[in-house]
């Protein structure tokens, strides 16, 4: 077997995602927080989570993070604490991953699909306008890709129809908009620390930011079963009384070991995506075939957004997709089929042509590799690949 370490092993092969470069320089890191971890002896809802709490609300400007198993869940959770009733339209894009919309049915919800903006890939305002009914009393805009939501023309449109806003921001850690951490403009949002994630764990994890108090509490006790003990885990609570129907949710300390290892390095990891998307731009503009690459966030003061994951729109995307990986070369399709498209939404209806700009972009966006371990040597070789690609035949 060759070695990951091997020059053979790393030398053929572009991988869409890699963090083996990160874990080894921040090992010795991580290593004493595990030992914290087998020291204190509690490996669920401890001491690690309850530091990480901490550092991901002064990070965010939330007055509470409350960690919880995945980035699905909190979305589950944060609905549930929101007052969502059996039945009440919830507005989602159409263009997002599943657990956009499935997180809505599981809270009892009814998902409501709203077209994008053929720029951000995010809700489209006035999509969202044209599209709420008797029965919607939510709207959860998605952050995706590298920018938020237009929060500004959403919050309004909501405020005009008495709708509370949700984020699902669960890839949007470290972007601002007018100041405000992703997943604040409303009542709450979410992180997901899924390995890939822009700030990644070794397994599952996800977080509920909210400034809300109530909310934080009912949400802390969701997670713990409807416990109204130390439902936040760095603030003390009553005696232990089951409230409410909640779930098992609570965040393993080894994954928050791992995040508080590297949350440090974040803003650092930030950067260097963006020097990456930047390099991208530069060879890949203008190239036959090449459709459209990201714009990037509006800049200013209180303003930046992440590149998470660098989409392109293209011609014959599969193909190009198949032409990378004959190269060793791996990509991601986001989102080969729209959610009003998927079969577990089939009774709500919403036939082919319905959402016309999230049917493109399911046609036409491929991810490329982007993540700090990726070497400007491994981005040149792709965009040499792309460019090589005989867009429009010759195959």
């Not at 036409?364 to 005989?390: E, M």
Request: net charge negative; aromatic share 8%; charged share 20%.
């Amino acid at each position: 077997m060759v070695s990951r370490n091997s020059p053979h092993a790393i030398a053929e092969e572009v991988a869409f995602f890699s963090q083996a470069a990160t874990f080894d320089r921040l090992w010795p890191a991580i290593t004493d927080r595990l030992n914290e971890v087998f020291d204190d002896g509690k490996f669920s809802h401890g001491a690690q989570v309850a530091a990480l709490e901490k550092e991901l609300a002064d990070y965010t400007g939330a007055r509470f993070a409350l960690g919880v198993n995945s980035g699905t869940d909190a979305l589950v959770l944060l609905l549930r604490a929101c007052g969502l009733r059996p039945g009440d339209g919830v507005l989602v894009p159409a263009y997002s991953f599943v657990a956009t919309a499935s997180s809505v049915v599981l809270a009892g919800g009814h998902p409501q699909f709203v077209d994008i903006d053929p720029v951000g890939y995010a809700m489209d305002p006035d999509a969202l306008r044209a599209a709420v009914t008797a029965e919607s009393r939510f709207v959860m805009p998605t952050h995706l890709f590298h920018r938020q939501a237009d929060m500004a023309a959403l919050g309004g449109i909501a405020r005009e129809h008495g709708l509370t806003v949700v984020e699902d921001s669960a890839e949007a850690i470290g972007m601002r908009q007018s100041g405000t951490h992703a997943g604040l403009h409303g009542r709450g949002g979410v992180l997901s620390f899924f390995p890939s994630k822009t700030l990644g764990a070794i397994g599952d994890a996800g977080a509920v930011l909210t400034d809300d108090p109530e909310l934080a509490e009912t949400v802390g006790a969701l997670r713990h079963h409807g416990r109204l003990g130390r439902t936040l885990a760095h603030f003390p609570g009553i005696a232990h009384e089951t409230a409410l129907p909640g779930i098992n949710s609570k965040m393993d300390d080894i994954q928050a070991a791992v995040l508080r290892a590297k949350l440090p390095e974040l803003d650092a990891a930030i950067a260097r995506r963006a020097e990456l998307a930047a390099a991208y731009g530069a060879r890949l503009r203008g190239l036959p075939g090449v459709r459209r690459l990201p714009e990037p966030h509006p800049q200013g003061p209180g303003e930046r957004g992440v590149f998470y994951v660098y989409l392109v729109e293209v011609e014959e995307r599969d193909a190009l997709a198949a032409h990378l990986a004959a190269r060793g070369i791996g990509t991601e399709t986001y989102y080969p089929r729209p959610l009003h498209r998927q079969p577990c939404f089939a009774e709500l209806a919403a036939g082919q042509g319905t959402f016309p700009v999230a049917e493109r972009a399911s046609r036409h966006a491929l991810a490329l590799p982007l993540y700090p371990d990726l070497t400007l040597d491994q981005l040149h070789r792709v965009c040499d690949a792309v460019a090589d690609f005989p867009f429009g035949g010759g195959r």
